[in-house]
């Protein structure tokens, strides 16, 4: 049993070779992730880059209040709450389609489950037939 730091070196195989050339690296969910977040680091830079060249202050009025803000902050913050509108409205037309697809598939309830009275039911009937005395 090899154990970590051992001297003890093994050679790794290259893989099966498809149409003679060296099978590509698998995919991982790291690869994935290392990936996603650079995307992620890039956009965040433009994104400063852009409020940093759009330093301007504006005047901003929304529902009675008013302020000023720069003019890259305030563009910033109309698309993150233009964002949110829409993923809100995309939910809610989510939720009223699984809503109407499931009330679909119920079946109206329409009879009762009786049980029988105790009282009337025969004290042997749970008995099989060979056993009765």
Not at 29 to 43: I, N, Q
Not at 52 to 61: A, E, I, K, P
Not at 86 to 99: C, E, F, H, P, S
Not at 103 to 132: F, L, M, Q
């Amino acid at each position: 049993m090899a154990r970590f730091g051992s001297a003890r070196f093994t050679t790794v195989q290259p893989g099966v070779k498809i149409n003679n050339q060296p099978r590509p690296a698998p995919r991982t969910r790291a690869g994935g992730s290392l990936v996603a977040f650079a995307a992620s680091a890039v956009v965040l830079l433009l994104l400063l880059i852009f409020i940093l060249q759009n330093g301007q202050r504006t005047d901003v009025h929304f529902f009675g209040a008013q302020g000023q803000l720069p003019m890259g902050v305030a563009l910033l913050l109309a698309a993150v709450f233009g964002v949110l509108l829409v993923t809100i409205q995309a939910t809610m037309r989510r939720i009223i389609q699984l809503r109407l697809l499931t009330g679909r598939r119920r079946t109206p309830y329409t009879s009762t489950i009786t049980r029988p009275d105790p009282a009337d039911a025969d004290p042997g009937a749970d008995v099989p037939e060979g056993r009765k005395s």
